[in-house]
């Protein structure tokens, strides 16, 4: 039921999220279909590229989805602010490596329009509600409360590392990473960052729950992505020092989702605010 401080979204909004999810849909057709979305994609990825990229708009679809179920300001606001994050830096990492983009095909024509009118009416909404409080929250206990800003500096941090220096940062990946797609992985950082970073400020349970489904997935499939690829391609170095430590950062990334979810299912210790 809605309530006076989580109030539901405008059928404009929900008309957009619907729309999100079916291009959302498309990409992830690099992590379950590569060979048919690969020709298709604005610009030529590599398999681990595609299956990474894949594997991440997958995650994001959930979540698009999750803010339509429950089309209330929470999660919608945590959800909005993640998408406002991703969305500005992808689309100014695209005008930087505009030669990666072939104009004389429809798909990077389409790739600016869906990602400028994301930003466009994230931002607007965010704006126009920048006054609203957030949700009732709960009160999480004092491990949480002293872990969320550690997770969402290095979150921050490593994704400002990618967007300024980004083939130093990505020179461990367990495969090669040009600037171009560093700085496009950046955003991902940078949005779990401030995500993070929303829900230790205050913790509404579905907004944890959101933010550890997107968490979880965005670990899982980026290692699952990492094996399946490499099961046809056999170029990993499993034993090499970066490819170890590639592995326990997304691990953590999604081991940290799977406690968000457990504990937004209050079988953990947050506990609603009196």
């Known amino acids: 039921?809605?309530?006076p401080?989580?109030?539901?979204?405008?059928?404009a909004l929900r008309l957009f999220s619907v729309v999100v999810i079916i291009v959302l849909i498309v990409g992830a057709g690099l992590f379950f279909a590569p060979v048919l979305v690969k020709p298709r994609w604005p610009w030529?990825?590599?398999?681990?590229?595609?299956?990474?990229?894949?594997?991440f708009y997958t995650a994001e679809m959930a979540v698009m989805a999750?803010?339509?179920?429950?089309?209330r300001w929470s999660p919608g606001r945590l959800v909005l602010v993640m998408a406002f994050i991703f969305t500005v830096i992808?689309?100014?990492?695209?005008?930087?490596?505009?030669?990666?983009?072939?104009?004389?095909?429809?798909?990077?024509?389409?790739?600016?329009?869906?990602?400028?009118?994301?930003?466009?009416?994230?931002?607007?909404f965010l704006w126009r509600t920048?006054?609203?409080p957030s949700a009732k929250g709960a009160t999480l206990n004092l491990a949480w409360r002293g872990y969320m800003p550690v997770e969402a500096a290095i979150l921050g941090l490593y994704g400002?590392?990618?967007?300024?220096?980004?083939?130093t940062f990505s020179s461990f990946w367990p495969w090669p990473i040009?600037?171009?797609?560093?700085q496009i992985y950046s955003a991902i950082f940078l949005a779990g960052a401030g995500g993070t970073y929303l829900v230790w400020k205050s913790a509404p349970r579905e907004e944890l729950l959101v933010l550890g489904l997107a968490q979880f997935l965005v670990g899982l499939l980026a290692i699952l992505g990492l094996v399946i690829t490499d099961a046809v391609v056999h170029r990993i170095d499993w034993t090499a020092t970066g490819t170890l430590c590639w592995l326990a950062l997304f691990g953590w990334i999604g081991i940290s989702g799977a406690f968000k979810l457990y504990a937004a299912s209050g079988v953990f210790s947050p506990q609603s605010a009196s």
């Open 130 to 132: 920048r006054a609203y």
């Open 160 to 167: 400002v590392g990618l967007l300024l220096l980004p083939l």
């Open 66 to 71: 999750a803010m339509l179920v429950w089309n």
């Open 90 to 124: 992808v689309s100014v990492a695209s005008f930087i490596n505009l030669g990666y983009f072939n104009f004389g095909r429809r798909a990077p024509w389409l790739w600016f329009l869906v990602y400028l009118a994301s930003v466009a009416v994230s931002g607007l």
């Open 1 to 3: 039921m809605p309530t």
């Open 5 to 11: 401080n989580n109030p539901p979204f405008p059928a």
């Open 178 to 182: 040009d600037a171009f797609h560093a």
């Open 44 to 55: 030529a990825v590599t398999p681990f590229n595609a299956r990474f990229l894949g594997g």
